[in-house]
């Protein structure tokens, strides 16, 4: 995986999410529907921004180009803070016997 490819991907992510917040958030409130539904909204959003994107964060975990693309772009739909946790974990060692 090359940074340029997370990168694009947490870009994709991060704009997609702030598009739900500012355009699709406030109508949401006026119309007095439930919160909760919104993600069903925003997660098909996010899922086509990450498949535009035509990246594929996962090529050292999965041989299929596709496979990783979609699972990019599910990585995408969950946003930004997923995608910063899944790589941001510093590998641990294994406990000492």
Do not use: Q
């Amino acid at each position: 995986m090359s940074s340029e490819h997370l990168v694009a991907a947490m870009a994709a992510a991060w704009i997609s999410m702030r598009l739900v917040t500012e355009f699709v958030s406030p109508i949401w409130d006026r119309l007095k529907w439930d919160r909760f539904f919104i993600k069903f909204l925003a997660m098909p959003l996010g899922f086509a921004s990450g498949w535009f994107t035509g990246v594929n964060i996962f090529p050292m975990f999965v041989e299929s180009p596709l496979f990783g693309r979609i699972l990019t772009c599910v990585g995408v739909a969950l946003g930004p803070n997923f995608l910063y946790d899944l790589f941001d974990r510093a590998p641990t060692p294994p406990p000492e016997k």
